[in-house]
């Protein structure tokens, strides 16, 4: 798991708590910022998902250059 994904599950658990606790509360903001948290940190990982599988492919390839 890299910085990104972690980020990403972190980001994502904050806007689930901010959204339960404006839902709690009967806050429609903060369950919108929550939602907008949740979305944000759905990118981040996609985004640490990207690099992770991107630096699997180039270290299959430097590999296969090597004949392993």
Same mark, same amino acid.
């Given at each position: 798991? *890299?910085? @990104?994904?972690?980020? +990403?599950?972190?980001t994502?658990i904050? +806007?689930?708590?901010q959204? /339960?606790?404006?839902?709690?509360? @009967? *806050?429609t ?5 929550g939602?907008?948290?949740? /979305?944000?940190g759905? $990118?981040e990982k996609a985004l640490? @998902? &990207?690099?992770q599988? &991107? $630096?699997?492919?180039? @270290?299959?390839?430097? *590999? $296969? &250059?090597?004949g392993?």
């Amino acid at each position: 798991m *890299n910085k @990104d994904q972690i980020k +990403g599950t972190v980001t994502d658990i904050a +806007g689930k708590l901010q959204e /339960a606790a404006g839902r709690a509360i @009967d *806050n429609t903001e903060m369950q919108v910022k929550g939602l907008h948290k949740q /979305a944000v940190g759905h $990118a981040e990982k996609a985004l640490g @998902d &990207a690099k992770q599988g &991107a $630096a699997h492919i180039s @270290d299959a390839i430097k *590999n $296969a &250059a090597k004949g392993k």
